[in-house]
């Protein structure tokens, strides 16, 4: 995966969303905020439905790929905030978009 800088988002979101900024790191989630990941290991979705509903389980090719947790997304979440003193006191006109690492383009937006 292509990791981003935060110049390179900036860029981005300055070519891509005239008149947004990206939202300063003081203002997201720490990461000490996040709770850590537990040890714990809980059983597959179809076997719990198997187990207790009677649900015969999906073959392999019906559940689709499995996806490897540790590898890293090749999109980004990120929040962006108007660059007018007028909007930006207004925490309402924040928004998130998620840009593609790869290819350097917003590929969604909220609202």
């Given amino acids: 995966m292509a990791r981003l800088s935060d110049d390179d988002l900036e860029r981005i979101i300055a070519e891509q969303m005239p008149g947004y900024t990206v939202v300063s790191r003081g203002d997201r989630v720490k990461p000490e905020a996040v709770p850590p ?16 509903l009677d649900e015969p389980a999906p073959d392999a090719a019906a559940r689709g ?47």
């Fill in 37 to 52: 990941e537990t040890d714990g290991v809980a059983a597959d979705i179809h076997e719990l439905r198997e187990r207790y």
């Fill in 65 to 111: 790929p499995e996806l490897d947790p540790g590898a890293e997304a090749d999109e980004l979440i990120v929040t962006v905030g108007p660059t007018q003193a007028a909007d930006a006191i207004n925490p309402d006109t924040r928004k998130q978009v998620i840009v593609s690492a790869s290819t350097g383009q917003i590929i969604g937006s909220q609202g």
